[in-house]
């Protein structure tokens, strides 16, 4: 179980602002959680302070152990990748495995991983070579290469044409049923959400939920039954609340 209890966030940069305000909430181990809201509102801060990124008051646990990232396993999949330009393909995949001292035996898995999501003929290829969808790929094999307990998704598929972004999150989808990492994902997409998570949350602005539900549709493409549209429509009326705030 992810615990988070009562987090708050402040910067303090031109004059303190507090981002997310003594938020808590629940997330069953081995599931996907999905936060959908407005630009500004704090979705990417609550992912980075989960990553270790940023510093926060209050808990966090992860099966009953305080969230560290010194010691738990936990991937990042930022907006941008964060895949680093003078490293290739091989060398992005591995670095953090490098830090850690963990390199044995992560060949065989990197390679596994690649052919898996078809990005084997680019190990030795540099970031500023590749397309979005690439790019996207190369982010996903390296999140999981770790085996994370905990992955931390940010807009993954936000950078990609409409094809890009349903072939990747077919991608995400099949390597995270064999590896099922407890999972927080930030989008933008309802039908994202719809399609990749076990729950579903809305945050508003002052970083707090205004909606929290549990999906039932996760994997189902294209459900036919009204159920579905009254779930996108209770999501998307709730987005466009959290932005009038």
């Not at 646990?61 to 330009?85: E, H, R, V, W």
């Not at 077919?170 to 049923?177: G, T, V």
Request: proline share 5%; net charge neutral; aromatic share 8%.
């Amino acid at each position: 179980m992810l615990e988070v209890k009562d987090i708050s966030v402040t910067y303090k940069k031109g004059g303190i602002q507090k981002v997310i305000d003594q938020m808590s909430w629940p997330l069953e181990t081995g599931t996907v959680l999905a936060v959908a809201g407005p630009s500004g509102c704090g979705k990417s801060t609550m992912i980075h302070a989960l990553a270790g990124i940023l510093p926060y008051e209050g808990s966090v646990t992860l099966d009953g152990a305080g969230l560290d990232p010194k010691t738990c396993s936990i991937g990042l999949i930022p907006q941008n990748y964060g895949l680093l330009p003078w490293k290739t393909v091989r060398e992005n995949c591995l670095y953090t495995a490098k830090i850690r001292g963990n390199t044995r035996d992560m060949e065989t898995h990197l390679s596994s991983l690649c052919k898996e999501l078809g990005i084997q003929e680019l190990l030795d290829r540099y970031p500023g070579t590749l397309s979005g969808g690439q790019s996207q790929r190369v982010a996903l094999a390296r999140a999981f290469l770790m085996d994370p307990k905990l992955l931390l998704m940010d807009e993954p598929f936000a950078a990609l044409d409409i094809g890009a972004a349903l072939t990747a999150r077919e991608l995400f989808l099949r390597i995270w049923k064999e590896k099922k990492p407890t999972t927080v994902m930030v989008t933008h997409g309802v039908e994202d959400a719809l399609y990749l998570a076990h729950w579903i949350a809305v945050m508003e602005r002052g970083g707090s939920f205004n909606f929290f539900a549990a999906n039932p549709w996760q994997g189902i493409k294209r459900p036919s039954e009204a159920a579905y549209g009254d779930l996108a429509r209770q999501i998307t009326e709730k987005i466009i609340k959290a932005d009038e705030i």
